[in-house]
């Protein structure tokens, strides 16, 4: 069964830094394309960050929303079977619930895209 | 970055009754559209993926159409269980982006 499990949510001060993480199981973690969703209280949902499966040498690829581009750091373990976002810089606006998210195509290129498995989440508070 | 826009933000419906949920594209998006049914504290759950293929356990009430900038999400006959928000999404092109949502709720 696939699981994704988000940790490392924490209350933390404006200017701050996080790291979050999460495990994955039941699945070939390394082949399959990552996002980070969030979702401020009261909002809907925003994407963050996408890298790419195992990737070439040259490493993953990576996107951000413009939102976070230049403090957070999307990565991953694929021996570990994990998925990490490296929070920097930190503000009030960051306030969310974080989503661990697979795209379930399985890093074929050219199939549809399917996010069909979501974390349930852990609770990032920027507090000023 | 394309605007994804969803209407109405509620839909009153009562149980048994049909619900058409709507989503408009700022930019053609082709068949690269999602939709997910949150429900509070749960994990969104995918509903249909491009545009109209149901996820794996997807009951058959549930059925996605449309293509290029207007898509709609149907659902037949409107169980308990299915009264959440709804949230359409393109994959065309980054940023991925959201609707912002409509609640569905009992009449």
């Known amino acids: 069964e696939v699981h994704l499990l988000e940790s490392g949510g924490d209350l933390v001060q404006v200017g701050g830094s996080l790291r979050l993480s999460c495990a994955a199981s039941g699945f070939s973690f390394s082949t399959y394309e990552m996002i980070w969703v969030r979702q401020a209280p009261g909002k809907g949902l925003e994407w963050v960050s996408y890298i790419s499966s195992s990737g070439s040498s040259s490493g993953s690829t990576t996107y951000y929303a413009d939102s976070v581009s230049g403090r957070f750091t999307i990565s991953r373990d694929n021996a570990k079977n994990s998925l990490f976002l490296q929070m920097n810089s930190l503000r009030v606006e960051d306030t969310a619930l974080y989503y661990c998210v697979r795209d379930g195509r399985a890093g074929v290129a050219g199939t549809v895209r399917r996010f069909d498995y979501w974390g349930q989440g852990t609770l990032v508070t920027v507090s000023s | 970055e394309i605007v994804m826009t969803q209407s109405p933000a509620t839909l009153s419906v009562s149980p048994g009754e049909r619900a058409t949920l709507s989503c408009r594209a700022s930019?053609?998006?082709?068949?690269?559209i999602a939709w997910y049914q949150h429900k509070p504290g749960q994990a969104p759950r995918l509903l249909i993926f491009g545009a109209y293929l149901r996820a794996t356990g997807v009951p058959a009430r549930f059925s996605g159409s449309g293509s290029g900038t207007e898509f709609t999400l149907t659902i037949s006959s409107l169980q308990s269980e299915d009264f959440a928000v709804y949230y359409c999404?393109?994959?065309?092109?980054?940023?991925?982006?959201f609707g912002g949502g409509t609640k569905v709720e009992i009449k």
């Open positions: 930019q053609n998006v082709k068949s690269n």
């Open positions: 999404q393109q994959h065309n092109n980054w940023p991925l982006t």
